[in-house]
């Protein structure tokens, strides 16, 4: 089945910096990526999603590239503020194959004020 | 509020006791998910519904799980002999669509269930 990696796994950036996590993926039927944030004792949420017919997807601060060559993804958060502090998760699904995500293991982002 | 909702919230058991989880899932959505997720990992596939036809079910889900959509809404997850192990995040998740493309998962806030 799928593997997805994420790192990394801590990550702690002053106020206004940007913010990069990556995560790669073995499953080249893979094509569909969200990325989620959970906050402590809350919900994952989705922030942004990506498609594997599509290379760069932004939304506001937030942007999401996808090498499909390389079998990676990376978030990319910039000016970040201190509400951004959370845990991120990548997740790898393949529509062909069935409907479960695969999640990476986390990133925990502390935005530093 | 109409996102997914789960109940119980908490749920504190002795071992070997069962217990039973239900998610509601967002009213048009046609697929629901359980995931579990402990301490500092991801959550972790367990099994998957279209309408109330359980479609897929990880090998993380032993004999001693089972989960139900009887009428395509809500749902049940059932642990029987609990173990010290099964202590965990239980989270739902539920999406549209039927066939490809896969749809945005929408979360509940998760059952955490501890085992005394």
């Known amino acids: 089945g799928e593997n997805v990696e994420q790192h990394p796994s801590t990550l702690s950036v002053q106020e206004g910096d940007s913010a990069v996590i990556k995560c790669t993926y073995s499953?080249?039927?893979?094509?569909?990526f969200p990325w989620y944030k959970q906050e402590l004792g809350k919900r994952p949420q989705l922030i942004i999603d990506?498609?594997?017919?599509?290379g760069e997807k932004k939304d506001q601060r937030i942007a999401v590239t996808l090498n499909k060559t390389a079998k990676h993804f990376s978030l990319h958060i910039t000016e970040t503020q201190p509400e951004d502090s959370a845990v991120y998760f990548c997740?790898?699904?393949?529509?062909?194959?069935?409907?479960?995500?695969?999640f990476g293991t986390g990133t925990s982002l502390t935005v530093i004020p | 509020d109409t996102g997914v909702s789960q109940d119980p919230r908490h749920k504190i058991t002795k071992r070997g006791q069962n217990v039973t989880f239900r998610c509601d899932p967002i009213?048009?959505?046609?697929?629901l998910y359980w995931y579990r997720q402990t301490l500092g990992q991801g959550p972790e596939f367990l099994t998957y519904?279209?309408?109330?036809?359980?479609?897929?079910k990880s090998r993380l889900l032993s004999d001693r799980f089972s989960a139900e959509r009887p009428k395509g809404s809500f749902s049940t997850l059932e642990i029987q002999r609990t173990e010290q192990g099964d202590s965990a995040m239980y989270l739902c998740?539920?999406?549209?669509?039927?066939?490809?493309?896969?749809?945005?998962?929408?979360f509940g806030d998760g059952t955490r269930l501890s085992i005394l």
């Open positions: 997740a790898a699904s393949a529509s062909l194959v069935g409907n479960q995500f695969y």
């Open positions: 009213s048009e959505h046609n697929r």
């Open positions: 499953d080249s039927a893979s094509n569909y």
């Open positions: 998740a539920s999406s549209r669509g039927t066939g490809s493309p896969n749809q945005p998962q929408h």
């Open positions: 990506i498609r594997s017919n599509v």
């Open positions: 519904f279209q309408n109330e036809a359980q479609l897929e």
